[in-house]
């Protein structure tokens, strides 16, 4: 009975054999009353009737009453202790709904508060055990976070384990468990892991060079990749790259510069050595024939000239376009040039920003500034940095004599620093696309040197990326989806804010946001997030609750530009949604315009909420994050991204409870989704 009967089940049962154990001893005492009193029956069977529907709808009130304050709060303090037994939750334990079970909720808390006090001892005896490892992890995460170089670990069948910044930047949308082919063209890799492999069956152990190309084709990358062998047995490699378009670029720019320069050159020095050899060979020439070839001599010299400038020009551009310029405040220029002049040098103006080789252009200042300071006869040195369009002129103001042009043509001439080799202030300058010069102002003199303007940098917080590697991925296997367990999978956990509430009467999507969920671990630096631009107006009353109108949406992508994308996001995963059918019901309809699918396996987390807990009242986002402790900013919720990621941490604490309840694989979930028939009747979109 225990395994057939649930515990509201057998309550009901024993209010029926009460009522039907009264109604059979009524029926006995009416009956012995009758045959030792006798009288009309029809007073015996009112009277009985009477007494019967009454202990009846007694025991069936008493029954109802005792299932609404007993026996489901009991089944849900079960529920509640059950959940966190196999999901770690901090949240205390509601105890309203237990009123009238004396101090069988308090209990219930003080048996949740022990365990958490345990896992807490635990988990602080861990992290005291494993500090040491914490701070080289730390370490290691800020050394591959901004490592110049992208670096990509990956398994024998290229689904990537680790990822830097500097890789994402190059690859595009790099993702724990993604195939790396996706991202790089497989064809140089496969070849490159070929001739690793053929090198380490002869001994050699070294890492394989070769040139790749993203998937897009829009950039080469020099790449070097090295195997990971444990055991004697490789289990995936490490690819590290860096782009070399700009590279290659500027080798084919530099072999064209050389052949222009040679088809520019030739043809004038030949010329030029036959006007001289024709006026050599004839002393006696007559003057008016000497005249036109000394005339002809000068127009092949001028054109030589000419197309030797214009090389020149080109040369530098692209000398320029190539040295690397960052964006560089003006005030850390100055506030260098002040440390080595020990105050003698005024600061004026605003802080601007500019692209340039800061340490080249700090050593060139402050060769002028030593060379004016060395005269004795300027004072009042000040420096200021002044935007002008597209330009920002860095100006070195003083009082006293002026700067005679060979001074500057002298300090311009020499090294500027023993780290830069041979490299001149000269060169600086032409590295730079730019010039200095003096000029007089005001009552004093200024040297002028404009610069390229710069944006002012978005400063954001640091973000740690926790989530940039996973060496413990499951291992890749070709079963059918549904028979993978749920802790195999890959999902994305997304949400969408909408017009309103009818896909069918023509409301659409404003804004759609998801998460990936990767071995168990949300993966917050890999999100999806965009506003959609819906093509219709905004209700005022969805806007009240979402914050999102018009103007909000203005020049966002359409459906078909923001569904593709998130389509590739999921892409390979399962969908998760609260309230599923909602958000799918407006993507199916929009499958036609993508021209894409979406035939992803969908969990619906409410549904999935109503399967664990059968005896909870509330399955709304609200209740469940109340239920797992979940912390939802108000300001977050009804944002795509904001309940997107509650969502997620949601799910993420009931893949513990499915596990627990028998629940492991992607068929078993779905299988129990679809029983819940009454909810699902209600989600009819």
């Given at each position: 009975?225990?395994?057939?009967?649930?515990?509201?089940?057998?309550?009901?049962?024993?209010?029926?054999?009460?009522?039907?154990?009264?109604?059979?001893?009524?029926?006995?005492?009416?009956?012995?009353?009758?045959?030792?009193?006798?009288?009309?029956?029809?007073?015996?069977?009112?009277?009985?009737?009477?007494?019967?529907?009454?202990?009846?709808?007694?025991?069936?009130?008493?029954?109802?009453?005792?299932?609404?304050?007993?026996?489901?709060?009991?089944?849900?303090?079960?529920?509640?202790?059950?959940?966190?037994?196999?999901?770690?939750?901090?949240?205390?334990?509601?105890?309203?709904?237990?009123?009238?079970?004396?101090?069988?909720?308090?209990?219930?808390?003080?048996?949740?508060?022990?365990?958490?006090?345990?896992?807490?001892?635990?988990?602080?005896?861990?992290?005291?055990?494993?500090?040491?490892?914490?701070?080289?992890?730390?370490?290691?995460?800020?050394?591959?976070?901004?490592?110049?170089?992208?670096?990509?670990?990956?398994?024998?069948?290229?689904?990537?384990?680790?990822?830097?910044?500097?890789?994402?930047?190059?690859?595009?949308?790099?993702?724990?468990?993604?195939?790396?082919?996706?991202?790089?063209?497989?064809?140089?890799?496969?070849?490159?892991?070929?001739?690793?492999?053929?090198?380490?069956?002869?001994?050699?152990?070294?890492?394989?060079?070769?040139?790749?190309?993203?998937?897009?084709?829009?950039?080469?990358?020099?790449?070097?990749?090295?195997?990971?062998?444990?055991?004697?047995?490789?289990?995936?490699?490490?690819?590290?790259?860096?782009?070399?378009?700009?590279?290659?670029?500027?080798?084919?720019?530099?072999?064209?510069?050389?052949?222009?320069?040679?088809?520019?050159?030739?043809?004038?020095?030949?010329?030029?050595?036959?006007?001289?050899?024709?006026?050599?060979?004839?002393p006696d020439m007559a003057a008016d024939a000497r005249t036109t070839f000394f005339r002809?001599?000068?127009?092949?010299?001028?054109?030589?000239?000419?197309?030797?400038?214009?090389?020149?020009?080109?040369?530098?551009?692209?000398?320029?376009?190539?040295?690397?310029?960052?964006?560089?405040?003006?005030?850390?220029?100055?506030?260098?040039?002040?440390?080595?002049?020990?105050?003698?040098?005024?600061?004026?103006?605003?802080?601007?920003?500019?692209?340039?080789?800061?340490?080249?252009?700090?050593?060139?200042?402050?060769?002028?500034l030593e060379g004016l300071q060395s005269s004795g006869s300027r004072r009042a040195l000040?420096?200021?940095?002044?935007?002008?369009?597209?330009?920002?002129?860095?100006?070195?103001?003083?009082?006293g004599d002026a700067l005679p042009d060979g001074d500057l043509d002298r300090w311009l001439?020499?090294?500027?620093?023993?780290?830069?080799?041979?490299?001149?202030?000269?060169?600086?300058?032409?590295?730079?696309?730019?010039?200095?010069?003096?000029?007089?102002?005001?009552?004093?003199?200024?040297?002028?040197?404009?610069?390229?303007?710069?944006?002012?940098?978005?400063?954001?917080?640091?973000?740690?990326?926790?989530?940039?590697?996973?060496?413990?991925?499951?291992?890749?296997?070709?079963?059918?989806?549904?028979?993978?367990?749920?802790?195999?999978?890959?999902?994305?956990?997304?949400?969408?804010?909408?017009?309103?509430?009818?896909?069918?009467?023509?409301?659409?999507?404003?804004?759609?946001?998801?998460?990936?969920?990767?071995?168990?671990?949300?993966?917050?630096?890999?999100?999806?997030?965009?506003?959609?631009?819906?093509?219709?107006?905004?209700?005022?009353?969805?806007?009240?609750?979402?914050?999102?109108?018009?103007?909000?949406?203005?020049?966002?992508?359409?459906?078909?530009?923001?569904?593709?994308?998130?389509?590739?996001?999921?892409?390979?995963?399962?969908?998760?949604?609260?309230?599923?059918?909602?958000?799918?019901?407006?993507?199916?309809?929009?499958?036609?315009?993508?021209?894409?699918?979406?035939?992803?396996?969908?969990?619906?987390?409410?549904?999935?909420?109503?399967?664990?807990?059968?005896?909870?009242?509330?399955?709304?986002?609200?209740?469940?994050?109340?239920?797992?402790?979940?912390?939802?900013?108000?300001?977050?919720?009804?944002?795509?991204?904001?309940?997107?990621?509650?969502?997620?941490?949601?799910?993420?604490?009931?893949?513990?409870?499915?596990?627990?309840?028998?629940?492991?694989?992607?068929?078993?979930?779905?299988?129990?989704?679809?029983?819940?028939?009454?909810?699902?009747?209600?989600?009819?979109?």
């Amino acid at each position: 009975m225990h395994e057939r009967f649930g515990l509201r089940t057998r309550f009901a049962l024993f209010f029926a054999a009460l009522a039907a154990g009264g109604l059979a001893a009524l029926i006995l005492g009416l009956w012995l009353g009758h045959a030792r009193a006798g009288g009309p029956v029809e007073g015996y069977v009112i009277a009985g009737l009477v007494a019967g529907l009454g202990l009846a709808g007694l025991a069936a009130w008493v029954a109802l009453m005792f299932d609404e304050n007993v026996a489901r709060p009991i089944l849900a303090l079960a529920d509640e202790l059950t959940t966190r037994a196999r999901a770690d939750i901090d949240a205390d334990i509601d105890e309203s709904e237990a009123k009238y079970l004396g101090a069988l909720a308090p209990a219930a808390n003080a048996i949740h508060d022990a365990l958490a006090e345990t896992r807490d001892a635990q988990e602080r005896a861990v992290a005291e055990k494993t500090a040491s490892l914490n701070r080289e992890k730390a370490m290691f995460e800020a050394l591959l976070r901004d490592l110049a170089e992208g670096v990509v670990v990956a398994t024998p069948d290229h689904r990537i384990m680790l990822y830097n910044r500097a890789a994402q930047g190059l690859l595009g949308d790099l993702g724990l468990d993604r195939s790396l082919t996706a991202f790089l063209r497989p064809e140089p890799l496969t070849h490159a892991l070929d001739r690793l492999g053929a090198r380490a069956a002869r001994g050699e152990v070294e890492a394989e060079r070769f040139l790749a190309a993203t998937a897009c084709g829009e950039r080469f990358l020099m790449a070097r990749v090295s195997p990971i062998a444990v055991d004697g047995a490789r289990v995936g490699y490490v690819l590290i790259f860096h782009d070399a378009t700009e590279d290659l670029d500027a080798h084919a720019e530099r072999d064209h510069l050389f052949n222009t320069l040679l088809e520019n050159v030739r043809r004038p020095t030949a010329a030029i050595g036959a006007l001289i050899d024709a006026i050599e060979s004839d002393p006696d020439m007559a003057a008016d024939a000497r005249t036109t070839f000394f005339r002809q001599l000068r127009r092949e010299q001028g054109a030589l000239a000419v197309r030797l400038h214009e090389v020149a020009e080109r040369h530098g551009a692209a000398t320029a376009r190539h040295w690397p310029m960052p964006a560089v405040a003006s005030d850390d220029i100055f506030d260098a040039l002040q440390a080595r002049l020990q105050g003698a040098l005024r600061i004026a103006g605003a802080r601007q920003f500019l692209r340039c080789d800061g340490f080249a252009v700090s050593e060139l200042l402050a060769r002028v500034l030593e060379g004016l300071q060395s005269s004795g006869s300027r004072r009042a040195l000040e420096l200021s940095a002044e935007r002008c369009e597209d330009e920002v002129c860095l100006s070195l103001r003083w009082e006293g004599d002026a700067l005679p042009d060979g001074d500057l043509d002298r300090w311009l001439s020499a090294p500027l620093s023993d780290g830069y080799g041979q490299y001149i202030g000269r060169d600086a300058l032409e590295g730079h696309a730019t010039e200095m010069w003096a000029e007089p102002c005001g009552h004093g003199h200024r040297l002028v040197l404009p610069l390229k303007a710069a944006d002012k940098p978005q400063l954001t917080p640091s973000d740690p990326r926790p989530e940039f590697y996973d060496f413990t991925l499951p291992p890749s296997v070709s079963d059918e989806l549904v028979d993978r367990p749920l802790c195999d999978l890959r999902f994305v956990v997304f949400d969408t804010e909408t017009t309103g509430l009818a896909p069918a009467a023509g409301d659409e999507i404003v804004q759609i946001a998801g998460v990936r969920i990767v071995n168990g671990r949300i993966l917050r630096g890999e999100v999806f997030e965009t506003l959609v631009d819906p093509g219709r107006p905004i209700p005022a009353a969805s806007t009240a609750v979402h914050g999102i109108d018009a103007a909000r949406v203005q020049g966002a992508p359409d459906i078909a530009e923001a569904g593709r994308r998130f389509h590739a996001f999921s892409e390979d995963s399962v969908l998760v949604a609260h309230n599923a059918a909602f958000d799918m019901a407006f993507l199916k309809r929009k499958e036609a315009r993508l021209g894409l699918s979406f035939d992803q396996p969908t969990l619906c987390t409410v549904l999935l909420s109503a399967a664990l807990f059968p005896n909870a009242n509330d399955h709304t986002l609200d209740a469940l994050v109340g239920r797992f402790g979940v912390v939802l900013p108000p300001e977050h919720r009804h944002t795509a991204l904001g309940d997107a990621l509650a969502t997620a941490e949601v799910f993420r604490h009931m893949l513990g409870v499915l596990d627990g309840a028998g629940i492991r694989t992607l068929g078993q979930a779905l299988a129990r989704s679809d029983e819940m028939h009454r909810i699902r009747r209600a989600q009819s979109y």
